[in-house]
């Protein structure tokens, strides 16, 4: 790719499997045994008093 007449990128073909499947070719890594995810059970949820971007700036002073 240029820009202008200059090479600023290269294209190249993608040879390799995505990583996540060549980790699991490679037994690194493993499937999960459940598809469901996990449910938090007997919290409620929580709810913010505000903007949760002005509490973390608010804890980060």
Not at 8 to 13: E, I, K, N
Not at 15 to 36: C, F, H, Y
Not at 54 to 61: C, N
């Amino acid at each position: 790719m240029t820009e202008r007449g200059i090479p600023v990128a290269r294209v190249l073909a993608v040879d390799e499997a995505p990583v996540i499947e060549r980790l699991t070719i490679e037994g690194i890594v493993s499937a999960p045994q459940s598809s469901k995810r996990p449910q938090a059970r007997g919290r409620s949820r929580v709810r913010a008093a505000g903007p949760v971007a002005d509490i973390v700036s608010e804890q980060r002073d």
